[in-house]
C-alpha cells in the first residue's frame, strides 16, 4: 500500500474545509432562510449555534481525524474503541447520501451556467426550471458535475483537493465581493439590506420551537459536520497547528461567506420586487433567475453568479467523496483514481431519483437534516467527550499554547450544553418526521 498523503501546507487544510463548508448551504439557503426567519435576529441564533455548537462540533472532528491519520470508520478502531465505528459509518453514510443529490443540484447550477449565457431562462424562469430541474437533462448534468467531482479527487490530496481549493476559496469570497458591490449599486437595494439585517424579534419568538433546531441543523449541515467529511480531512494533517485556531477560522469565514452571499442576493431580489419569502429549492433558482433577467447586463452577472456557486458547490462536493474513497484506499489495495471513478460511479446511481422527481431530492433532504446529520453529530460528541474524554482534551491542545483550562471548558460544554442541543434537534426532527406534522421549515434545498 502506498504511503498516505497529506496536506502541503497548514493553509492547505484550513483551505479545503472552508471549501468543503462554503456551499449551496451558504449561497442557496442561509440568505433566504435568515431572511424569512427574521432577519438579523435568525443571524444572532444562527452565530450562536455556530459557534457554541458547531465550533465545538468541529473540533471533536478534528480530534479524531488528526490523533488517528485514519478514515472516518477506522479511526475509531485505532483510537481503541472498535465498537464505535459505528458512528463513522452514520457519518459516511450520510456523506454517501447527501452527495447523491448534492450533485444533482449542482447539474442546474451547471445548466443555469449554460442558460445565462444563452439568455434561456430569462423569459420565463419558472417554466424554464421545470423543465431542466427534473428528467433526461438533469440526470445528464448530474452525470457531469460527478465527473467533475471525480476528476479533482482522483488527484489526490495535495495534487488535487489541495491545489483545487486554494484557488477555488478565495475566487468565491472575491466574486461573491464584487457582485454584493455591484448589488449595493441596485436602486431598491437598501430594502434588501433591511429586509437581511433588521432583526424581527417578534418573528424570533413566535417560531422560536422552529428556528432553534433549524438554526443547528444548518450550522451542521453548513460546517459540513456529521458527514465524516471534517474528521477525513484532518487526518491528512501532519504536524501540531493549534485545531483551535483552524476551527475558529474555519467558523468565522462560513459564516462570512454566507452573510456576503446575503449581501448579494437579497437586494437583487429586492431591486427587481421579488420576495424572497419563497420555499424550496426551485424557488430560490427561480427567483435568483428572475432577477437577472430584468437587470441590464442581467446575462454576464447571471453567468458570474451560477459560476460562483458551481465554484462552491464543487469545492463542497469533493469533501464527501474524499469520505469514501480514502476509506476504500485505507482498507483495500486499490488505486485512488479506481476508487474514484468506482464510488463516483455509485453515488450517481443513489442520485437518480432525485434527479428524476425533485420530490425525491426533496425527501432525500428532509432525511438527511432531520435524522442522519443530528444522528451523526451526537455520535461523534457522546464519542469524543463521554467515551474518549481525557485523551482527547490532549490531542485538542497540543500546539495550541493555550492552557488546560480551555480543554477543560470544550469537554464539559460538549458533554452538556451541546449533547442536550443536539438531542433536542434531533427529537424535534424526528417528531415532524414521523409524526407527520407540518413541518414549518421547508426542505433546505
Ligand atoms: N457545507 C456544505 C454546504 O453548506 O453546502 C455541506 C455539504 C453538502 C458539503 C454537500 C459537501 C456536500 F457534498
Redesign the pocket.
Known sequence: MTERETWATRAGFILAAVG??V????IWQFPFKTAQFGGASFLIVYIIAALGIGLPAILAEFVIGRKTNLNTINAFEKLGYKEWRIVGAIGLFTGFW??SY?SVVGGWVLRYIGGSLTGAYFAAPAEYFGQVSAGMDALALHAVFMALVVGIVAAGIEDGIEKATKLMVPSIVVILGVLAAFAFTLPGASEGYAYFLSPDFNALTENFADIVPFAVGQAF????LG?G?MITYASYIDGDQSLFGDGITIVFLNSFVGILAGLVVLPLLFAQGIDPNTSGAGAVFISVAGAFADIPGGQIIGLVFFVVVLIAALS??I??LEVVVSWSIDNYDVSRPQMAVGLGGVIFLLGVPSAIDTAWLGWFDTLAYKLLLPLSVLGILVFAAWVYGAPAIEELMKGSGLGDGVGLTWLWLVRTLVIVAVVATLALGLQTLFLGESPAIVPPL
Do not use: E, P
Open positions: 468543503s463548508a456551499g449551496l448551504g451558504n447527501i452527495l448534492y449541515f453548513s460546517l459540513s458527514m467529511a463542497s462536493a469533501s464527501l
